[in-house]
């Protein structure tokens, strides 16, 4: 199983930025996917996650800022930010507790490499 995470980058205070993540491999099915970040120096922390049709559940640094969206059937997550802070800066993982076709008794997290987000004053 592979999660792959795309669309950080630097921008301005104020401004957005759209990150993507896609789950690939031997998938049975996903229970809920999720993002996660880790800022420098700081343990990394949830952004907010939704499992199956249930609503996303935010930070309450992030909430009414940013949104999570999925997509079940394409097995991605996107992150939409909006009024980006300097404080968002980090590197965002994007996380799947996934249930595999080869051990579909033992669900298992996965968790994507990884996508700098730089947010400037």
């Known amino acids: 199983v592979q999660l792959q995470a795309s669309g950080g980058g630097l921008v301005q205070a104020g401004g957005s930025l759209r990150l993507s993540c896609a789950a690939s491999g031997s998938i049975l099915s996903i229970d809920n996917m999720g993002w996660y970040r880790q800022a420098p120096g700081k343990q990394r922390e949830l952004v907010g996650a939704v499992a199956g049709g249930s609503s996303p559940n935010y930070a309450d640094s992030v909430r009414g800022r940013f949104t999570i969206s999925r997509d079940v059937e394409k097995r991605m997550i996107y992150l939409q930010m909006n009024g980006l802070k300097p404080e968002d800066t980090g590197i965002y993982y994007c996380?799947?507790?996934?249930?595999?076709?080869?051990?579909?008794?033992?669900?298992?997290?996965?968790w994507g490499q990884g996508t700098l987000v730089t947010v400037s004053s």
């Open positions: 996380h799947a507790h996934v249930i595999t076709i080869i051990d579909p008794i033992a669900p298992r997290d996965y």
